[in-house]
C-alpha cells in the first residue's frame, strides 16, 4: 500500500516551496510516497506521516492553525496518538513548544517543554533575524541526518528560536552570535528551524530521510 503523507495546509508562506520539495525527495525514494497537501482532518488523522510547515511570527501562525476546524486535533491523533511520524519546519517546529514570547504569550502545542524566544546574539556582526546558510551540527544517530556529513549547511531564516527545557530534546544546534537550537526530537516526534526545502541537496537528503523514517 501506497504510504500517505499529509503536508498541513493552514496558509504558510512556505506550503508550496515545501510541498515541491518533498515531491521531489519522494520521488527518489524506492517506495515513494504520496504528498497530500490538505486540511482535511480525516485525512490528517489517518496520514502515515504530516509535516507542519511555518513561516513568520509564532502566533500568526497559531491563529491560522486553529482556524481551520479539527486540524489541530487531528494532527494530535495521527502523531501523539497513533505515533506517525511527524516533522515541524521552522515555525512549525516552534509551535510544538509550551509558548511562543512573540508579541505576547501565545501557547504552543505543548509537545516539547519550551519557549520561543527572540534571538540575542553576541557580536555586531550576528543580525537578526538570522538569515542565510549556517552549519549545523548534530548527535550521531538520529535516522534524520543519515548521511548527511559532519557540520552540513542548512538555510536559515528566523528571529526567535526554541530552547527545550530539557537538553536532550535538542537533535542539533548551530552558532549565530550563540549556540542555537536547529533541531529537536522526541519520540515519533521531529522539528528543524532551518529550511530544508531551501537547502539544496543537503536539505532533499533530509527530507528523504524522514520520509522513510519509522520511529
Request: overall charge neutral; some cysteine; glycine content about 12%.
Amino acid at each position: 500500500m501506497t504510504r500517505a503523507v499529509a503536508l498541513i495546509d493552514y496558509g504558510s508562506g512556505n506550503l508550496r516551496s515545501a510541498e515541491k520539495a518533498l515531491q521531489r525527495a519522494a520521488a527518489g525514494l524506492a517506495r515513494p510516497p504520496t504528498i497530500v497537501t490538505t486540511d482535511d482532518p480525516d485525512v490528517i488523522a489517518w496520514a502515515d506521516a504530516v509535516v507542519l510547515p511555518g513561516v513568520g511570527a509564532f502566533s500568526a501562525c497559531r491563529r491560522a492553525l486553529d482556524a481551520r476546524p479539527g486540524v489541530v486535533e487531528a494532527i494530535e491523533t495521527a502523531a501523539r496518538g497513533r505515533g506517525a511520524p511527524f516533522l515541524g519546519i521552522c515555525v512549525g517546529m516552534q509551535l510544538m513548544a509550551t509558548r511562543g514570547l512573540e508579541f505576547g504569550e501565545t501557547p504552543g502545542l505543548g509537545w516539547i517543554a519550551g519557549d520561543v524566544a527572540r534571538l540575542r546574539p553576541e557580536g555586531a556582526r550576528n543580525k537578526v533575524p538570522h538569515v542565510g546558510w549556517n552549519t549545523v551540527g548534530y548527535a550521531d544517530g538520529h535516522p534524520l541526518f543519515d548521511g548527511l556529513p559532519t557540520g552540513v549547511d542548512m538555510y536559515f531564516t528566523h528571529s526567535f528560536a526554541f530552547t527545550p527545557a530539557d537538553p536532550s530534546d535538542v537533535a542539533a544546534r548551530t552558532d549565530h552570535g550563540g549556540p542555537v537550537v536547529a533541531a529537536v526530537t522526541r519520540g515519533a516526534l521531529a522539528g528543524v528551524q532551518f529550511h530544508p526545502e531551501k537547502s539544496q541537496a543537503a536539505g532533499l537528503a533530509l527530507l528523504a530521510n524522514f520520509l522513510e523514517w519509522r520511529p
